[in-house]
Every structure is written in structure tokens, then in C-alpha cells.
């Protein structure tokens, strides 16, 4: 790595968008890696939908930008939209235009999601290929232009069931349509990990255009879909696989470009379907199930063994190795305890207001009571809860409730109503996490813990009163 090579990446997710605008960004994170192989990655808002990339080496919900050499960020689709048009006529795929919005080259493979280990098996599927078919379905949705129809859905999933013998499973929020009878019912009893890892142990995933269509289609898993306005599946290219089935109409893009016929305009946006819909005809998709399953069942060994591989490829962040001076990175991989203040002040304070804090850290010892107590005492007499003052302790190797217990008895002897913001980190810290605090820090005070790195030693105050240090002519780092 170079001396202008960015050491810390965010890829920054947050924003109005659905699932499958958030799958499509996931396009970044092997480009990136291939620009930058020796740069640490971090995802901010997809932890429930990129957990377990290999990746990634970090979820961040909470530090500046600042705390990144480089951040990603897609903070409008309308570019993508107003291009992406041409863009299809031109044979790029979805992804490709995502990855030429942020300046990135073509790639050949679409991006893909992982399902860990533990959550397949804690499905309680069974991943051989002698059993039935497994099919999971779903008939939730919420706009006219994928709404296909329930009693159509039924007729395929009733068809998949008696003909080929498929064991049915119904997925879905249960918001607009769903609960449609036919085999298990999950309807609203799953989220989004638990969808995906039931998603990756099916054989064949049969919804409207979606979200659980996307993540189908990340984790590996043969679609078929009536697709109806929009792009076609195609575009999306998870795999070659799927089967989308459209009626090619002119007005195809209109959820892209906005021009939407005046006859659509006027579906009833509850139940109404556009034409473009209505026209998919349920024989050409009962042929298109015969088709995709009898491919399924001729290649079903590899279909399978491909998403274990993608299984054995997943990576928990939660118990990766933290990062080599993370500068600022907060993972927040462990619980808060978070006490006093005004409101919600934890809630306010994220992102980079979480940064204008003036934070001071401390490693209590917490068999040292005279330690703790004289430093929550000196905390609580010159701080208030409106200030921008903010203690952070860690708790490790007590829980939570015993933290609790230990500060609420403190606060009600000291008889302060209103206390200031105090964050306690819940859990074992590594060596670099704590690093980490220490560098995001205003202030570090050694309590007789085990952690004072000698290159901190400017940054620590150790004998020196915490009047003094909270004062305006106190020392700084």
C-alpha cells in the first residue's frame, strides 16, 4: 500500500432504498478490494443483508467520516435512473451501472450474498439432494407493476406441489398479500437472515419482483418470476439460471424514467395490477416451471454444492480480529449500557454528532471501588447532562447487570436526579478496540487497568485529577 492509498474504506448504504438497490451496491466491495487489497472495509447500513461477505471486514454505524481515508456512498438513484435505460440497450447489467457511477471498471461475476453456517443449519433444512424439491414462494406486493396475482401464484405453487412433488414454504412480510395456505406458513415469522438462510437451502424461489427475489438471487438460488414492469431479471444476472418471464411492453422503464401511462396511473394501488402484469400469462409460467425444475433436477448436485461452497466462504465479522489502529472505527460489535443524560441522547449523538462529544475513557478496574467510584464522582460534580461530556467505561469481565446494579446503587448515594451521558461497552474488549478509544478520545484516564500503552502516554493523565482535566485550563491531548 501506498503513502496515498486510502487505509480505511466506508461503503455507506444508507439512504431511501430497497433491497435490491442495497444488494447492487454490494457490487463495490470486490471492486474496491481489487483497487485497494490492503485497505480495511467497512459497510455502514446492510448488516442484515451483507453479514457474512468475505469482504468486509467491519460493520460502522457510527463513526465520522472522518474516521475513513475514502467513503462510497450512492446518495441518490436518480443518476442511475436517468441512465440506466441506455445503459441495458447497451448490454450493461444493473450491476455495472451501479459500479460506473463510482467510477469503477465492468466486472464479469454480479455481487453475492453469504449465508453463514449456523443460520442454515439453525433453518432445520436439510441440504442433500435426495429429498423433494424444496420450494420457497412469495406473493407479497405492494406495487401494481409486480403484482401478478395470488390465485395465479397458487395455481403454479399448486402445480410445483402435485406434479413435481415440491415441499412448499411461504415467505413474506405479510403487508399486502400472503398467508396463502399452500404448504408452511413463515409469513411475517422470519427476518431477513432467517429468510435468506431458508432462501440458500431451497431448491427454486417463485415471487413477484422484490426483495426476497433479490436475495434469492444473491444467495444462488434459481428464480422464477413474473416480472412485468421494470427491468428484466436478466439485467439483475445473479445467474443463468432463473427464469423471468415479461411482456416486453413500451413502457417497460417507467419505474425508472417516471413516464407512466395514464391508464396505470389509474390502478388502484391496493389490489390493481398494470397490464403489464396481467399479461403474463399463467400457462407460459406453468411451462417455465416444468422447464427451470426439470433443469434443477438434472443439475441439483451442483446447484447445492455450490452454495455450501459459498457457505464455507461466509465470513462472521462478529468474531473477526479487530483492526491494526482503526483510528476512530467504532464496530460496535458489543452491547451498550448506556446511562443518563437528556432523552435520547445516544440516538442524537450518531454518526458525526457522535464525533462532537468530548469523550473521556476509562478501563475501570471494578474490584478497585475507590477508583471507579472517585471517578464517577469527579464526572458527576462537573458535568451535566446537557453538556457535551461523555464517559465511557468498559465493563469486561462484569455483565451487564451487575454494571447496572453497581452504577444505579453509586448514582441514588450521590442523590443526583439527572446524571450526565456515561456509555458502557458490555463484553471483552480486544487490545486494538481499546486502542481505538483511546485515539477517538478527548481524554484517557488510567484506573489501575491493565491497559496503558506507552505510545498514549501523552494522550493519558494518569495522578492528575479529573477537575483538572475537565477544566478549561486543563491539559490536552
Same mark, same amino acid.
Given at each position: 500500500?501506498?503513502?496515498?492509498?486510502?487505509?480505511?474504506?466506508?461503503v455507506?448504504?444508507?439512504?431511501?432504498?430497497?433491497?435490491?438497490?442495497?444488494?447492487?451496491e454490494?457490487?463495490?466491495?470486490?471492486?474496491?478490494? =481489487?483497487r485497494?487489497?490492503? *485497505? %480495511? /472495509?467497512?459497510?455502514? #447500513? &446492510?448488516?442484515?443483508? @451483507?453479514?457474512g461477505?468475505? !469482504?468486509?471486514?467491519?460493520?460502522?454505524?457510527?463513526s465520522?467520516?472522518?474516521?475513513?481515508?475514502?467513503?462510497?456512498?450512492?446518495?441518490s438513484?436518480?443518476?442511475?435512473?436517468?441512465?440506466?435505460?441506455?445503459?441495458?440497450l447497451?448490454?450493461?447489467?444493473?450491476?455495472?451501472?451501479?459500479?460506473?457511477?463510482?467510477?469503477?471498471?465492468?466486472?464479469?461475476?454480479?455481487p453475492?450474498?453469504?449465508?453463514?453456517?449456523?443460520?442454515?443449519?439453525?433453518?432445520?433444512?436439510?441440504?442433500?439432494?435426495?429429498?423433494?424439491?424444496?420450494?420457497?414462494?412469495?406473493?407479497?406486493s405492494?406495487?401494481?407493476?409486480?403484482?401478478?396475482?395470488?390465485?395465479?401464484?397458487?395455481?403454479?405453487?399448486a402445480?410445483? =406441489?402435485?406434479?413435481?412433488? *415440491? %415441499? /412448499?414454504?411461504?415467505? #413474506? &412480510?405479510g403487508?399486502? @398479500?400472503?398467508?396463502?395456505? !399452500?404448504?408452511l406458513?413463515?409469513?411475517?415469522?422470519?427476518?431477513?437472515?432467517?429468510?435468506?438462510?431458508i432462501l440458500?437451502?431451497?431448491?427454486?424461489?417463485?415471487?413477484?419482483?422484490g426483495?426476497?427475489?433479490?436475495?434469492?438471487?444473491?444467495?444462488?438460488?434459481?428464480?422464477?418470476?413474473?416480472?412485468?414492469?421494470?427491468?428484466?431479471?436478466?439485467?439483475?444476472c445473479?445467474?443463468?439460471?432463473?427464469?423471468?418471464?415479461?411482456?416486453d411492453?413500451?413502457?417497460q422503464?417507467?419505474?425508472?424514467?417516471?413516464?407512466?401511462?395514464?391508464?396505470?396511473?389509474?390502478?388502484?394501488?391496493?389490489?390493481?395490477?398494470?397490464?403489464?402484469?396481467?399479461?403474463?400469462?399463467v400457462?407460459?409460467?406453468?411451462?417455465?416451471?416444468?422447464?427451470?425444475?426439470?433443469?434443477i433436477?438434472?443439475?441439483?448436485?451442483?446447484?447445492?454444492?455450490?452454495?455450501?461452497?459459498?457457505?464455507?466462504?461466509?465470513r462472521?465479522t462478529?468474531q473477526?480480529?479487530?483492526?491494526?489502529?482503526?483510528?476512530?472505527?467504532?464496530?460496535?460489535?458489543?452491547?451498550?449500557?448506556h446511562?443518563?443524560?437528556?432523552?435520547?441522547?445516544?440516538?442524537?449523538?450518531?454518526?458525526?454528532?457522535?464525533?462532537?462529544?468530548?469523550?473521556?475513557?476509562?478501563?475501570?478496574?471494578?474490584?478497585?471501588?475507590?477508583?471507579?467510584?472517585?471517578?464517577?464522582?469527579?464526572?458527576?460534580?462537573?458535568?451535566?447532562?446537557?453538556?457535551?461530556?461523555?464517559?465511557?467505561?468498559?465493563?469486561?469481565?462484569?455483565?451487564?447487570?451487575?454494571?447496572?446494579?453497581?452504577?444505579?446503587r453509586h448514582?441514588?448515594?450521590?442523590?443526583?436526579?439527572?446524571?450526565?451521558?456515561?456509555?458502557?461497552?458490555?463484553?471483552?474488549?480486544?487490545?486494538?478496540?481499546?486502542?481505538?478509544?483511546v485515539?477517538?478520545?478527548?481524554?484517557?484516564?488510567?484506573?489501575?487497568?491493565?491497559?496503558?500503552?506507552?505510545?498514549?502516554a501523552?494522550?493519558?493523565?494518569p495522578?492528575?485529577?479529573?477537575?483538572?482535566?475537565?477544566?478549561?485550563?486543563?491539559?490536552?491531548q
Amino acid at each position: 500500500m501506498t503513502a496515498s492509498e486510502p487505509r480505511r474504506i466506508l461503503v455507506d448504504h444508507l439512504g431511501n432504498k430497497g433491497i435490491g438497490d442495497i444488494v447492487c451496491e454490494t457490487a463495490y466491495y470486490p471492486a474496491l478490494k =481489487r483497487r485497494y487489497p490492503d *485497505a %480495511t /472495509l467497512a459497510s455502514r #447500513g &446492510s448488516r442484515q443483508i @451483507a453479514l457474512g461477505h468475505p !469482504l468486509i471486514d467491519a460493520f460502522d454505524e457510527t463513526s465520522p467520516d472522518t474516521a475513513f481515508d475514502l467513503v462510497i456512498r450512492q446518495a441518490s438513484m436518480r443518476p442511475i435512473a436517468a441512465r440506466l435505460p441506455e445503459a441495458l440497450l447497451a448490454g450493461d447489467s444493473i450491476f455495472e451501472v451501479f459500479l460506473a457511477e463510482q467510477g469503477f471498471p465492468k466486472q464479469e461475476a454480479p455481487p453475492e450474498l453469504f449465508v453463514l453456517p449456523a443460520e442454515a443449519e439453525a433453518s432445520g433444512l436439510l441440504d442433500h439432494g435426495n429429498g423433494p424439491l424444496l420450494v420457497a414462494y412469495s406473493v407479497d406486493s405492494k406495487e401494481p407493476s409486480r403484482r401478478w396475482g395470488t390465485e395465479r401464484f397458487r395455481a403454479i405453487a399448486a402445480h410445483l =406441489r402435485d406434479v413435481h412433488g *415440491a %415441499t /412448499l414454504i411461504e415467505l #413474506g &412480510s405479510g403487508l399486502t @398479500a400472503g398467508h396463502m395456505g !399452500l404448504g408452511l406458513d413463515l409469513v411475517g415469522k422470519t427476518d431477513t437472515r432467517q429468510a435468506m438462510a431458508i432462501l440458500s437451502m431451497a431448491d427454486l424461489f417463485l415471487g413477484n419482483n422484490g426483495g426476497l427475489t433479490h436475495l434469492a438471487g444473491g444467495v444462488g438460488t434459481p428464480c422464477l418470476v413474473p416480472w412485468g414492469a421494470s427491468q428484466p431479471y436478466e439485467a439483475y444476472c445473479y445467474e443463468e439460471v432463473s427464469v423471468a418471464l415479461v411482456t416486453d411492453p413500451i413502457c417497460q422503464n417507467c419505474g425508472w424514467n417516471g413516464e407512466v401511462l395514464p391508464g396505470c396511473l389509474e390502478v388502484d394501488v391496493h389490489s390493481g395490477r398494470t397490464p403489464c402484469m396481467t399479461d403474463i400469462d399463467v400457462e407460459a409460467m406453468r411451462e417455465a416451471a416444468d422447464e427451470l425444475v426439470a433443469y434443477i433436477r438434472t443439475h441439483r448436485p451442483e446447484l447445492r454444492g455450490e452454495r455450501l461452497s459459498r457457505r464455507a466462504r461466509a465470513r462472521d465479522t462478529r468474531q473477526l480480529h479487530r483492526f491494526d489502529r482503526p483510528r476512530g472505527i467504532q464496530t460496535f460489535a458489543h452491547l451498550h449500557l448506556h446511562v443518563g443524560g437528556r432523552g435520547n441522547w445516544h440516538e442524537e449523538h450518531r454518526l458525526d454528532q457522535f464525533s462532537r462529544l468530548q469523550r473521556i475513557v476509562a478501563f475501570p478496574d471494578w474490584s478497585d471501588e475507590e477508583g471507579w467510584r472517585s471517578l464517577l464522582d469527579g464526572y458527576l460534580t462537573l458535568a451535566s447532562p446537557d453538556s457535551d461530556w461523555l464517559l465511557e467505561l468498559t465493563a469486561h469481565p462484569l455483565p451487564a447487570p451487575e454494571i447496572q446494579r453497581l452504577i444505579d446503587r453509586h448514582l441514588a448515594r450521590h442523590g443526583r436526579a439527572n446524571v450526565p451521558k456515561i456509555l458502557v461497552y458490555i463484553g471483552a474488549l480486544s487490545e486494538s478496540e481499546r486502542r481505538d478509544l483511546v485515539e477517538g478520545s478527548r481524554f484517557y484516564v488510567p484506573l489501575g487497568s491493565t491497559y496503558d500503552p506507552p505510545e498514549f502516554a501523552r494522550g493519558s493523565h494518569p495522578g492528575v485529577g479529573l477537575r483538572h482535566l475537565l477544566s478549561d485550563s486543563g491539559p490536552s491531548q
